[in-house]
């Protein structure tokens, strides 16, 4: 069955820009996470929905990131005005329950962000 | 302090070695623990999901965790060239938010 799948895989921005990461969780999961995860580092909690609701949002690391899931299914990662430290892997996961809990987190392939 | 704590290696092995994979922690509160695998350009892919203390066998893999100690384990047996990745443990207190190492990279050589 299909997977969580994100696109696109690879985006070099130039300091400045601002870029959309797109992310398809599995179908019928409720639950969907966005991670950053720098070179050499483990993922780190970004933000959560549950549904089209944004639940969670304390690991976004500053204003210039907003995060959107407006019909409940496909998310949008948004980073306005890019910086040289917001190059990192930005990894989507999805889960089928509410709240999740401890839940199994299914993740895509990740975008890997390039900024210039 | 980090929450989680894992030697980022590299771990090099020959094929059919036991691999022994360990993180250890400090926040007591967590009571579930992951280990995922990481393929390079590719996302963390699920292998094993452990809750509270003891150990957990699937196929050539087994979880142990010793909460009294805040350490837990991955064993891989008969390694294979395919297990080369990156391992991450990841661990929760309940929650959807995971708190993950950084990640072990694993070399088996044929």
């Known amino acids: 069955g299909a997977g969580v799948s994100q696109s696109p895989r690879y985006k070099v921005a130039k300091r400045g820009q601002d870029v959309a990461l797109r992310c398809d969780p599995i179908s019928g999961h409720v639950s969907l996470f966005w991670y950053q995860q720098a070179l050499g580092q483990g993922p780190e909690f970004l933000t959560y929905?549950?549904?089209?609701?944004?639940?969670?949002k304390s690991g976004l690391p500053s204003d210039r990131f907003f995060a959107e899931r407006p019909e409940g299914s496909v998310s949008t990662l948004k980073i306005q005005r890019t910086q040289q430290e917001d190059s990192a892997v930005y990894l989507c996961a999805s889960s089928p329950r509410r709240l999740a809990g401890a839940d199994t987190q299914y993740f895509g392939p990740g975008t890997r962000l390039t900024v210039l | 302090q980090k929450e989680v704590e894992q030697d980022p290696g590299p771990l090099s092995v020959p094929e059919g070695a036991i691999v022994s994979l360990n993180c250890t922690y400090s926040?007591?509160?967590?009571?579930?623990f992951m280990w995922y695998r990481q393929y390079s350009r590719k996302g963390p892919e699920l292998l094993m999901y452990t809750y509270s203390s003891g150990n957990k066998e699937d196929g050539r893999f087994t979880a142990q965790v010793d909460k009294s100690s805040k350490y837990i384990s991955l064993f891989i047996r008969d390694s294979q060239p395919s297990d080369s990745a990156t391992y991450l443990c990841?661990?929760?207190?309940?929650?959807?938010?995971?708190?993950f190492g950084t990640g072990t990279r694993l070399k088996v050589l044929a």
């Open positions: 926040n007591s509160a967590f009571q579930y």
């Open positions: 990841a661990m929760s207190g309940g929650t959807y938010k995971y708190i």
């Open positions: 929905f549950q549904n089209e609701a944004q639940l969670d």
